[in-house]
């Protein structure tokens, strides 16, 4: 989950204050009250970043401005798999391989 907030917040990460943090990214954990709870991943102040490690934080609601969940389209990656497999196929194809499997020429005789 991305959030960008609307108006700058203060959280703690690991004991330590980040001041005018403006944007998290990370895991939803719960709405609690009047709060979101996340277990972010990183926070964004100004134009630093702040690895926060799956630390949890609590962003008042007031500040939220834009919430953008990340989700998986079965679809759409199964679509990509099986672009991956034939695209594969093809090449290993192309670069000769998957010869027969009877009978092969096999390497020339040993000459003594």
């Given at each position: 989950?991305?959030?960008?907030?609307?108006?700058?917040?203060?959280?703690?990460?690991?004991g330590?204050?980040?001041?005018?943090?403006?944007?998290?990214?990370?895991?939803?954990?719960?709405?609690?009250?009047?709060?979101?709870?996340?277990?972010?991943?990183?926070?964004?102040?100004?134009?630093?970043?702040?690895?926060?490690?799956?630390?949890?934080?609590?962003?008042?609601?007031?500040?939220?401005?834009?919430?953008?969940?990340?989700?998986?389209?079965?679809?759409?990656?199964?679509?990509l798999?099986?672009?991956?497999?034939?695209?594969?196929?093809?090449?290993?194809?192309?670069?000769?391989?998957?010869?027969?499997?009877?009978?092969?020429?096999?390497?020339?005789?040993i000459?003594?």
């Amino acid at each position: 989950m991305r959030v960008e907030l609307r108006q700058p917040v203060r959280l703690q990460l690991s004991g330590v204050a980040v001041d005018n943090v403006t944007g998290a990214h990370g895991e939803f954990v719960e709405w609690a009250q009047d709060t979101l709870v996340l277990s972010a991943t990183w926070l964004r102040a100004g134009r630093a970043e702040y690895k926060a490690s799956g630390e949890t934080v609590t962003i008042p609601r007031a500040n939220l401005g834009r919430l953008e969940r990340k989700t998986v389209s079965l679809p759409r990656s199964l679509g990509l798999a099986g672009v991956a497999v034939v695209g594969s196929a093809v090449l290993y194809g192309a670069m000769g391989g998957g010869g027969s499997s009877g009978g092969g020429s096999g390497p020339p005789p040993i000459q003594r």
